[in-house]
T-cell receptor
Framework: DTAVSQTPKYLVTQMGNDKSIKCEQN?????MYWYKQDSKKFLKIMFS???????INETVPNRFSPKSPDKAHLNLHINSLELGDSAVYFC??????????????FGSGTRLTVV | RKEVEQDPGPFNVPEGATVAFNCTYS??????FFWYRQDCRKEPKLLMS???SGNEDGRFTAQLNRASQYISLLIRDSKLSDSATYLC??????????FGSGTKLNVKP
């Protein structure tokens, strides 16, 4: 059973399109995240939800909108895709709490290519 | 300035060698620290948490130096399978995890 699963694994789309990436975790974690990993391999947090409530919203264009229908799901919708959005997007989840020693569990990533 | 900085490498070492990576973090309020391993085109996976007293897991030893704001990872008796990118993480402010850009390790036969 996959702990954090995200779909699709690959996404190739044209500039200007709108697309969604879905994420689900079956670990019973309270907190879920979206991270973006660019071509330089730098992982940067975008959003974090705790029990369906948005708790972290980094400086991300408002073309990106997360949605958490329940604490096991966190989806990412992207409007008007741009070339610079090409990256690998990772979903992750954690138990929660700043002293959490368990860290994150990541999904396998969605490789988005905007052409 | 980046929250977490690492030497990108690559570190090219022969099998059996001992190799050490350091990383520095800028926010003194950071509370939790981790090392993650990321294989090519895969997701990061937790290697180990880093405790104030230092901790060891088999061939891997992690240390934290709060005064100088750095953490380290020591790998003894390197295996070919240790080849990967090692990501340093500092966390604070309710699950706000900051990742370094990673240090690439190549273990050669």
């Amino acid at each position: 059973d996959t702990a954090v699963s995200q779909t699709p694994k690959y996404l190739v789309t044209q500039m200007g399109n709108d697309k969604s990436i879905k994420c689900e975790q079956n670990l019973g974690h309270d907190t879920m995240y979206w991270y973006k990993q660019d071509s330089k391999k730098f992982l940067k947090i975008m959003f974090s939800y705790n029990n369906k409530e948005l708790i972290i919203n980094e400086t991300v264009p408002n073309r990106f909108s997360p949605k958490s229908p329940d604490k096991a799901h966190l989806n990412l919708h992207i409007n008007s895709l741009e070339l610079g959005d090409s990256a690998v997007y990772f979903c992750a989840s954690s138990h929660g709490g700043t002293a959490d020693i368990y860290g994150y569990t990541f999904g396998s990533g969605t490789r988005l290519t905007v052409v | 300035r980046k929250e977490v900085e690492q030497d990108p490498g690559p570190f090219n070492v022969p099998e059996g060698a001992t190799v050490a990576f350091n990383c520095t973090y800028s926010n003194s309020a950071s509370q939790s620290f981790f090392w993650y391993r990321q294989d090519c085109r895969k997701e990061p996976k937790l290697l180990m948490s880093v405790y104030s007293s230092g901790n060891e897991d088999g061939r891997f030893t992690a240390q934290l130096n709060r005064a100088s704001q750095y953490i380290s990872l020591l790998i003894r008796d390197s295996k070919l399978s240790d080849s990967a990118t090692y990501l340093c993480v500092a966390a604070y402010n309710f699950n706000k995890f900051y990742f370094g850009s990673g240090t690439k390790l190549n273990v050669k036969p």
